[in-house]
C-alpha cells in the first residue's frame, strides 16, 4: 500500500500511516489530507506542524489529550482545547493530523 | 483516538513500573515505556523506578544513528507531558555501574499546583528507600 | 581465538565465565549490551585493565554510542572499532566463540 505523488511511491500501512516518517512532504501532507476529506488550512498546518515539532523532540506522537494540553501552552485556550481541534479534524486529531504530519499513529491509541 | 473510559469514579492505585533492563540489547525497556505511556490515560498514581541496568535507559547522550535502532530516550522528557512526574533511580544500581545522577537526562515536569514551576522527575533515592516505595504500592509492574 | 560478549556484565555471568575462559593471546570484542563491561570504574572495567595485555580488548563504537557512553568513559587500554574493524577481527582469527 503506498501513495503516488509526482511518480514518487510512498508506502504506507492499512490506515495511510507512512512507513518512513523521514520522507514526509508538504504535496504528500496535502495528498493525505485530501484521502481524509480535508482542505488544508492555515490552521490545520498550525496543528500538523506543531505535532512534527513535538515528535522532533519527543520522538512519539502525543496522546490527544497531551496535544491540547501543549496546544494551549502554546497558542492560549481558544486553539488548546478539544473543539476547536476536532473542528479542524472531525475523525480525531491526534489521528488524522499525525497522519497527514507523516508521524506513526499515538502510542495509547485504539 | 479514543480514549479509555475514566468517566466511572475509581479508586485512584499506586502503579510502579520497574526497569531493570538496558535499553537497547532486549524489548523490555522500550516495551515498558509503551505500557507506561498508554496507562497514563487511566488516572493512577504512577511512579516509575529504575534499578540494576534499568538506570541505563535514562542516559543522556545515546545516540543510535550507527546501529539502525530507534533512539527512544527523548520519550522520557515527554512523561511529564503524560502526568508521569516521579521517577526513582537506585543509587546503588547507578554506583556499580560507575555513573551518577550527572550522567542521567535531564527529565522535568510542570506543576500544576505550584504555577506551573518546572520541576525534576527524578530522584535518586538509596536501596532501603526504594525498598520503602515499592512496599508503598498497590500494583507493581516489573520490565 | 576471538570471544565476542554481547550481555552486560551486570545481568548475566558471561562476561565473567569468557574471561575466565579467555587464554593468553586471544582477543575479546564486546558488542551490544556487551559494552557495558567497558565502563572504566567498574567492577568488570577493572578485570578489563588488570588483563590487558595477556588479552587485547575491543568494544563496537556503534554499540558504544547508542548507549550514550563516550570513548573517555571506557577502560583504558580498550580499543574502538568500527564495523570494518569488528570483520578484520574474525578474519584475523582462526576459531570465534560468541558468549550470548
Redesign the interface.
Same mark, same amino acid.
Request: charged fraction near 25%.
Given at each position: 500500500m503506498a501513495y503516488e505523488l509526482n511518480g514518487t511511491t510512498y508506502e504506507h500501512d492499512e490506515e495511510g500511516y507512512l512507513a518512513d516518517i523521514n520522507v514526509w512532504n508538504k504535496e504528500l501532507a496535502e495528498l493525505i489530507a485530501k484521502e481524509e476529506n480535508l482542505d488544508m488550512s492555515e490552521e490545520h498546518w498550525e496543528v500538523v506542524n506543531f505535532l512534527r515539532d513535538y515528535y522532533e523532540e519527543y520522538q512519539i506522537a502525543p496522546a490527544i489529550r497531551v496535544l491540547v494540553k501543549a496546544m494551549k501552552k502554546s497558542f492560549g485556550p481558544e486553539k488548546g482545547n478539544n473543539k476547536y481541534l476536532y473542528t479542524l479534524y472531525p475523525y480525531g486529531p491526534a489521528k488524522q493530523a499525525c497522519k497527514i504530519a507523516g508521524l506513526p499513529k499515538p502510542t495509547g491509541c485504539v | 483516538?479514543?480514549?479509555p473510559d475514566v468517566s466511572q469514579p475509581g479508586v485512584t492505585k499506586k502503579f510502579m513500573y520497574v526497569n531493570r #533492563?538496558? $535499553?537497547?540489547? !532486549?524489548v523490555y525497556a522500550l516495551e515498558s515505556l509503551?505500557v507506561v /505511556?498508554?496507562g497514563?490515560?487511566f488516572d493512577q498514581d504512577v511512579s516509575l523506578a529504575f534499578l540494576? @541496568?534499568g538506570v541505563?535507559q535514562i542516559?543522556?547522550?545515546?545516540? !543510535?544513528?550507527?546501529?539502525g535502532?530507534?533512539?527512544?530516550? $527523548?520519550?522520557y #522528557?515527554?512523561l511529564g @507531558?503524560?502526568e508521569v512526574t516521579k521517577l526513582y533511580v537506585e543509587k546503588e544500581s547507578l554506583e !556499580? #555501574?560507575? /555513573?551518577s545522577e550527572d550522567?542521567l537526562l535531564e527529565i522535568t515536569y510542570e506543576d500544576e499546583d505550584d504555577d506551573w514551576a518546572e520541576k525534576p522527575s527524578i530522584h535518586v533515592v538509596k536501596r532501603d528507600e526504594m525498598t520503602q516505595l515499592m512496599a508503598q504500592q498497590d500494583v507493581i509492574l516489573s520490565f | 581465538m576471538l570471544h565476542t560478549i554481547n550481555k552486560s556484565p551486570f545481568e548475566t555471568s558471561t562476561f565473567a565465565s569468557c574471561l575466565g575462559h579467555a587464554a593468553a593471546g586471544d582477543a575479546v570484542l564486546l558488542i551490544e549490551d556487551g559494552v557495558y563491561a567497558a565502563i572504566a570504574d567498574t567492577e568488570p572495567g577493572k578485570q578489563i585493565k588488570a588483563k590487558n595485555g595477556t588479552v587485547s580488548f575491543y568494544v563496537l563504537g556503534p554499540d558504544v554510542a547508542a548507549r550514550g557512553l563516550t570513548n573517555g568513559s571506557l577502560a583504558e587500554g580498550i580499543q574502538v572499532v568500527d564495523y570494518a574493524g569488528f570483520v578484520d577481527l574474525v578474519a584475523e582469527h582462526e576459531v570465534a566463540q560468541a558468549w550470548l
Amino acid at each position: 500500500m503506498a501513495y503516488e505523488l509526482n511518480g514518487t511511491t510512498y508506502e504506507h500501512d492499512e490506515e495511510g500511516y507512512l512507513a518512513d516518517i523521514n520522507v514526509w512532504n508538504k504535496e504528500l501532507a496535502e495528498l493525505i489530507a485530501k484521502e481524509e476529506n480535508l482542505d488544508m488550512s492555515e490552521e490545520h498546518w498550525e496543528v500538523v506542524n506543531f505535532l512534527r515539532d513535538y515528535y522532533e523532540e519527543y520522538q512519539i506522537a502525543p496522546a490527544i489529550r497531551v496535544l491540547v494540553k501543549a496546544m494551549k501552552k502554546s497558542f492560549g485556550p481558544e486553539k488548546g482545547n478539544n473543539k476547536y481541534l476536532y473542528t479542524l479534524y472531525p475523525y480525531g486529531p491526534a489521528k488524522q493530523a499525525c497522519k497527514i504530519a507523516g508521524l506513526p499513529k499515538p502510542t495509547g491509541c485504539v | 483516538m479514543e480514549e479509555p473510559d475514566v468517566s466511572q469514579p475509581g479508586v485512584t492505585k499506586k502503579f510502579m513500573y520497574v526497569n531493570r #533492563r538496558a $535499553p537497547y540489547g !532486549t524489548v523490555y525497556a522500550l516495551e515498558s515505556l509503551e505500557v507506561v /505511556l498508554i496507562g497514563a490515560a487511566f488516572d493512577q498514581d504512577v511512579s516509575l523506578a529504575f534499578l540494576d @541496568d534499568g538506570v541505563f535507559q535514562i542516559v543522556k547522550g545515546q545516540d !543510535t544513528a550507527g546501529i539502525g535502532m530507534k533512539n527512544f530516550s $527523548p520519550t522520557y #522528557r515527554a512523561l511529564g @507531558d503524560y502526568e508521569v512526574t516521579k521517577l526513582y533511580v537506585e543509587k546503588e544500581s547507578l554506583e !556499580t #555501574r560507575g /555513573l551518577s545522577e550527572d550522567d542521567l537526562l535531564e527529565i522535568t515536569y510542570e506543576d500544576e499546583d505550584d504555577d506551573w514551576a518546572e520541576k525534576p522527575s527524578i530522584h535518586v533515592v538509596k536501596r532501603d528507600e526504594m525498598t520503602q516505595l515499592m512496599a508503598q504500592q498497590d500494583v507493581i509492574l516489573s520490565f | 581465538m576471538l570471544h565476542t560478549i554481547n550481555k552486560s556484565p551486570f545481568e548475566t555471568s558471561t562476561f565473567a565465565s569468557c574471561l575466565g575462559h579467555a587464554a593468553a593471546g586471544d582477543a575479546v570484542l564486546l558488542i551490544e549490551d556487551g559494552v557495558y563491561a567497558a565502563i572504566a570504574d567498574t567492577e568488570p572495567g577493572k578485570q578489563i585493565k588488570a588483563k590487558n595485555g595477556t588479552v587485547s580488548f575491543y568494544v563496537l563504537g556503534p554499540d558504544v554510542a547508542a548507549r550514550g557512553l563516550t570513548n573517555g568513559s571506557l577502560a583504558e587500554g580498550i580499543q574502538v572499532v568500527d564495523y570494518a574493524g569488528f570483520v578484520d577481527l574474525v578474519a584475523e582469527h582462526e576459531v570465534a566463540q560468541a558468549w550470548l
